[in-house]
T-cell receptor, first 121, second 116 residues
Protein backbone atom coordinates (compact mmCIF):
# COMPACT_ATOMS: atom_id res chain seq x y z
CA UNK A 1 0.00 0.00 0.00
CA UNK A 2 1.11 3.51 -0.73
CA UNK A 3 1.69 6.08 2.01
CA UNK A 4 2.20 9.82 1.76
CA UNK A 5 3.79 11.83 4.55
CA UNK A 6 3.78 15.58 5.08
CA UNK A 7 5.99 16.23 8.07
CA UNK A 8 5.21 19.93 8.47
CA UNK A 9 1.79 20.44 10.09
CA UNK A 10 2.12 24.23 9.83
CA UNK A 11 4.31 26.68 7.95
CA UNK A 12 4.37 30.44 7.72
CA UNK A 13 5.99 32.86 5.30
CA UNK A 14 6.13 36.60 4.70
CA UNK A 15 4.40 37.99 1.67
CA UNK A 16 6.65 38.03 -1.42
CA UNK A 17 9.04 35.45 0.04
CA UNK A 18 9.56 31.84 -1.01
CA UNK A 19 8.42 28.79 0.92
CA UNK A 20 8.88 25.07 0.37
CA UNK A 21 6.45 22.41 1.56
CA UNK A 22 7.76 18.88 1.99
CA UNK A 23 6.21 15.59 0.95
CA UNK A 24 7.60 12.08 0.93
CA UNK A 25 5.86 8.94 -0.25
CA UNK A 26 6.38 5.23 -0.22
CA UNK A 27 5.55 2.97 -3.15
CA UNK A 28 6.93 0.01 -5.02
CA UNK A 29 5.39 1.25 -8.26
CA UNK A 30 7.44 2.74 -11.07
CA UNK A 31 4.68 4.61 -12.87
CA UNK A 32 2.38 6.98 -10.99
CA UNK A 33 1.19 10.55 -10.58
CA UNK A 34 1.84 13.04 -7.80
CA UNK A 35 -0.27 16.06 -7.00
CA UNK A 36 -0.41 19.11 -4.80
CA UNK A 37 -3.88 20.33 -3.86
CA UNK A 38 -4.73 23.62 -2.17
CA UNK A 39 -7.67 23.89 0.22
CA UNK A 40 -8.46 27.51 1.17
CA UNK A 41 -10.91 28.39 3.96
CA UNK A 42 -13.74 27.89 1.46
CA UNK A 43 -12.84 24.15 1.67
CA UNK A 44 -12.71 23.79 -2.10
CA UNK A 45 -10.05 21.33 -3.30
CA UNK A 46 -8.00 23.07 -5.97
CA UNK A 47 -5.38 21.29 -8.04
CA UNK A 48 -2.15 23.28 -7.89
CA UNK A 49 0.27 21.12 -9.82
CA UNK A 50 0.78 17.55 -11.00
CA UNK A 51 3.80 15.45 -11.89
CA UNK A 52 4.01 12.24 -13.89
CA UNK A 53 6.64 9.93 -12.45
CA UNK A 54 8.07 8.92 -15.81
CA UNK A 55 8.87 12.55 -16.63
CA UNK A 56 12.26 13.70 -15.36
CA UNK A 57 11.49 17.39 -15.72
CA UNK A 58 10.00 19.07 -12.68
CA UNK A 59 6.53 20.52 -13.22
CA UNK A 60 5.95 24.25 -12.92
CA UNK A 61 2.80 26.37 -12.89
CA UNK A 62 3.50 30.07 -12.66
CA UNK A 63 4.74 30.72 -9.09
CA UNK A 64 4.44 27.04 -8.14
CA UNK A 65 7.10 24.47 -8.89
CA UNK A 66 8.02 21.05 -7.60
CA UNK A 67 11.25 19.29 -6.79
CA UNK A 68 10.59 15.68 -7.75
CA UNK A 69 13.25 13.25 -6.55
CA UNK A 70 12.06 9.83 -7.68
CA UNK A 71 14.83 7.79 -6.11
CA UNK A 72 14.39 9.55 -2.78
CA UNK A 73 10.58 9.43 -3.12
CA UNK A 74 10.33 13.10 -2.38
CA UNK A 75 7.97 15.65 -3.93
CA UNK A 76 8.28 19.13 -2.46
CA UNK A 77 6.30 22.21 -3.51
CA UNK A 78 7.97 25.59 -3.84
CA UNK A 79 5.84 28.72 -3.81
CA UNK A 80 7.66 31.81 -5.00
CA UNK A 81 6.59 35.40 -4.38
CA UNK A 82 4.04 34.25 -1.81
CA UNK A 83 0.73 36.07 -1.80
CA UNK A 84 -1.91 36.45 0.90
CA UNK A 85 -4.24 34.34 -1.24
CA UNK A 86 -1.85 31.41 -0.93
CA UNK A 87 -2.93 30.99 2.70
CA UNK A 88 -4.52 27.54 2.77
CA UNK A 89 -4.09 23.91 3.70
CA UNK A 90 -1.92 22.08 1.13
CA UNK A 91 -2.20 18.37 0.48
CA UNK A 92 0.25 16.14 -1.32
CA UNK A 93 -1.33 13.14 -3.05
CA UNK A 94 -0.34 10.00 -4.97
CA UNK A 95 -2.18 8.02 -7.66
CA UNK A 96 -1.10 4.83 -9.38
CA UNK A 97 -1.00 4.86 -13.15
CA UNK A 98 -4.02 2.90 -14.49
CA UNK A 99 -1.77 0.46 -16.32
CA UNK A 100 -0.68 -0.98 -13.00
CA UNK A 101 -3.61 -0.04 -10.79
CA UNK A 102 -6.02 -2.86 -10.13
CA UNK A 103 -8.84 -3.44 -7.74
CA UNK A 104 -9.32 -0.77 -5.15
CA UNK A 105 -6.31 1.24 -6.31
CA UNK A 106 -7.84 2.31 -9.59
CA UNK A 107 -8.27 6.07 -9.60
CA UNK A 108 -7.63 6.36 -5.88
CA UNK A 109 -5.79 9.34 -4.49
CA UNK A 110 -3.73 8.68 -1.38
CA UNK A 111 -3.30 11.91 0.55
CA UNK A 112 -0.81 13.20 3.06
CA UNK A 113 -1.89 14.73 6.35
CA UNK A 114 -1.79 18.28 5.03
CA UNK A 115 0.28 21.40 5.79
CA UNK A 116 -1.38 24.64 6.87
CA UNK A 117 0.40 27.54 5.18
CA UNK A 118 -0.08 31.07 6.47
CA UNK A 119 1.19 34.02 4.46
CA UNK A 120 1.76 37.12 6.60
CA UNK A 121 1.60 40.67 5.22
CA UNK B 1 -20.09 24.99 -16.40
CA UNK B 2 -18.41 21.67 -15.61
CA UNK B 3 -18.92 20.88 -11.97
CA UNK B 4 -19.52 18.39 -9.20
CA UNK B 5 -22.44 19.42 -7.00
CA UNK B 6 -22.78 18.20 -3.44
CA UNK B 7 -25.68 18.81 -1.12
CA UNK B 8 -26.04 19.85 1.59
CA UNK B 9 -22.95 21.89 2.47
CA UNK B 10 -23.62 21.60 6.17
CA UNK B 11 -25.58 18.98 8.04
CA UNK B 12 -26.15 18.44 11.74
CA UNK B 13 -27.92 15.26 12.76
CA UNK B 14 -28.33 12.89 15.68
CA UNK B 15 -27.01 9.38 16.17
CA UNK B 16 -29.00 6.76 14.30
CA UNK B 17 -30.99 9.05 12.01
CA UNK B 18 -30.48 7.94 8.41
CA UNK B 19 -29.16 10.56 6.02
CA UNK B 20 -28.08 10.90 2.41
CA UNK B 21 -25.53 13.27 0.95
CA UNK B 22 -26.11 13.80 -2.75
CA UNK B 23 -23.48 14.17 -5.45
CA UNK B 24 -24.06 14.97 -9.10
CA UNK B 25 -21.67 15.69 -11.96
CA UNK B 26 -22.41 17.11 -15.41
CA UNK B 27 -19.25 15.99 -17.21
CA UNK B 28 -20.32 12.47 -18.23
CA UNK B 29 -17.57 11.00 -16.07
CA UNK B 30 -17.51 7.24 -15.53
CA UNK B 31 -15.55 7.41 -12.30
CA UNK B 32 -16.91 8.84 -9.06
CA UNK B 33 -15.72 8.50 -5.50
CA UNK B 34 -16.28 9.68 -1.94
CA UNK B 35 -13.63 10.84 0.52
CA UNK B 36 -13.72 11.93 4.11
CA UNK B 37 -11.32 14.49 5.55
CA UNK B 38 -10.25 14.38 9.19
CA UNK B 39 -7.62 16.50 10.99
CA UNK B 40 -4.19 14.91 10.87
CA UNK B 41 -5.35 12.17 8.51
CA UNK B 42 -5.83 13.99 5.24
CA UNK B 43 -8.50 12.63 2.90
CA UNK B 44 -9.34 8.96 2.78
CA UNK B 45 -11.41 7.16 0.18
CA UNK B 46 -14.73 5.69 1.35
CA UNK B 47 -16.24 4.20 -1.82
CA UNK B 48 -15.77 4.52 -5.53
CA UNK B 49 -17.66 3.66 -8.68
CA UNK B 50 -16.21 2.92 -12.09
CA UNK B 51 -19.55 3.11 -13.87
CA UNK B 52 -23.28 2.64 -13.46
CA UNK B 53 -24.06 -0.25 -11.11
CA UNK B 54 -20.31 -0.79 -10.45
CA UNK B 55 -19.25 0.25 -6.95
CA UNK B 56 -16.56 -0.91 -4.57
CA UNK B 57 -15.11 -0.19 -1.16
CA UNK B 58 -12.27 2.21 -0.56
CA UNK B 59 -10.14 2.38 2.56
CA UNK B 60 -12.79 3.35 5.13
CA UNK B 61 -16.18 1.97 3.98
CA UNK B 62 -17.59 0.90 7.37
CA UNK B 63 -20.88 2.60 8.17
CA UNK B 64 -21.48 3.88 4.64
CA UNK B 65 -23.41 2.78 1.57
CA UNK B 66 -23.45 4.12 -1.96
CA UNK B 67 -25.43 3.53 -5.12
CA UNK B 68 -24.86 4.33 -8.79
CA UNK B 69 -28.12 3.97 -10.64
CA UNK B 70 -27.37 6.81 -13.06
CA UNK B 71 -24.05 7.94 -14.44
CA UNK B 72 -24.32 11.49 -13.09
CA UNK B 73 -25.36 10.68 -9.49
CA UNK B 74 -23.48 8.99 -6.68
CA UNK B 75 -25.18 9.47 -3.30
CA UNK B 76 -23.53 8.62 0.01
CA UNK B 77 -25.84 6.99 2.53
CA UNK B 78 -25.33 6.77 6.27
CA UNK B 79 -28.01 4.39 7.50
CA UNK B 80 -27.23 4.80 11.20
CA UNK B 81 -24.80 7.68 11.68
CA UNK B 82 -22.51 7.71 14.68
CA UNK B 83 -20.40 10.53 16.18
CA UNK B 84 -17.20 9.05 14.66
CA UNK B 85 -18.65 9.85 11.24
CA UNK B 86 -18.48 13.56 12.01
CA UNK B 87 -16.23 14.73 9.21
CA UNK B 88 -15.86 16.77 6.03
CA UNK B 89 -16.98 14.76 3.02
CA UNK B 90 -15.98 15.23 -0.60
CA UNK B 91 -17.37 13.74 -3.75
CA UNK B 92 -15.07 13.60 -6.78
CA UNK B 93 -15.36 12.52 -10.39
CA UNK B 94 -13.03 11.91 -13.28
CA UNK B 95 -12.70 10.49 -16.75
CA UNK B 96 -11.12 7.21 -15.73
CA UNK B 97 -12.38 4.78 -18.28
CA UNK B 98 -9.88 2.13 -19.33
CA UNK B 99 -9.66 3.60 -22.82
CA UNK B 100 -9.74 7.25 -21.87
CA UNK B 101 -7.85 8.04 -18.72
CA UNK B 102 -7.53 11.48 -17.21
CA UNK B 103 -5.98 11.46 -13.79
CA UNK B 104 -7.37 14.84 -12.78
CA UNK B 105 -10.18 14.58 -10.27
CA UNK B 106 -12.91 17.18 -10.02
CA UNK B 107 -14.04 17.74 -6.45
CA UNK B 108 -17.33 18.94 -5.07
CA UNK B 109 -17.46 21.76 -2.53
CA UNK B 110 -17.63 19.46 0.48
CA UNK B 111 -20.26 18.57 3.08
CA UNK B 112 -19.49 19.23 6.73
CA UNK B 113 -21.38 16.62 8.74
CA UNK B 114 -21.80 16.70 12.50
CA UNK B 115 -23.36 13.71 14.24
CA UNK B 116 -24.43 14.46 17.81
Amino acid sequence: AQTVTQSQPEMSVQEAETVTLSCTYDTSENNYYLFWYKQPPSRQMILVIRQEAYKQQNATENRFSVNFQKAAKSFSLKISDSQLGDTAMYFCAFMKHPSNAGGTSYGKLTFGQGTILTVHP
Amino acid sequence: EAQVTQNPRYLITVTGKKLTVTCSQNMNHEYMSWYRQDPGLGLRQIYYSMNVEVTDKGDVPEGYKVSRKEKRNFPLILESPSPNQTSLYFCASSLLGLDSFNENLFFGSGTQLSVL
